[in-house]
């Protein structure tokens, strides 16, 4: 059974993505900063069904908490299965975009990914087997009015992805991201009514968090070990 971590499992995304690794018969370790609840009732809710889960906190911003978070995991075992979920919006249009806006959305989810990616690729190595996602989105492809810093730390993980991707191929590790479009949430129909969806996703329709899970599900598959380096859309059909 290989392990594997979820960060920001806590979420729509993160829960599915979680739950969907589980079936596949992986040990689940769900991720969460200010909603460790929700990730233990989401685990308990995998270990209900059969699966192998637990629920984990540390804040992925704080490097050495989370160097001693992964640390206290990493004692039983290497973690062979990696997927970057967590992120945060703090929208506003840059004329107007404060700078703890900006600094707060990229240390989540760029400085993020490194302080939780870097001190489990020797133990993953080591196996000669592993599988890194990191979760993107649509912005990072095609931009957004009001999300400069969320587009910039998204793309930034692009960038990482391959470059990671590249000194990793040759230890039997690949590195993907997966950049989703609308994926229906609690706060979906809020942001985008049923209209705006229609005129903006060729689908006519929101993404459901299930889709976004199989996909990555089969990234950290054997059957996508000649997979690595790329930004793979799931959006409906937006250009």
Known sequence: MKRALVTGASGSIGGAIAATLA????????????????????????????????????????????????ARLLEDGPIQILVNNAGIHDDAVMPGMRRDQWARVIDVSLNGFFNVTQPLLLPMIRTRWGRIINISSVTAVMGNRGQTNYAAAKAGLHGATRSLALELASRGVTVNAVAPGIITSPGTEALFPKEAITRMVPMQRAGEPREVADLVAFLASDRAAYISGQIISINGGMA
């Open 23 to 70: 079936a596949a018969g992986h040990h689940v370790i769900l991720h969460a900063h200010g909603q460790l609840a929700r990730a233990e009732v989401l685990a308990a809710e995998i270990r209900a069904l059969g699966g192998s889960a637990e629920a984990s906190r540390f804040d992925i911003t704080d490097a050495d908490a989370t160097a001693a978070g992964l």
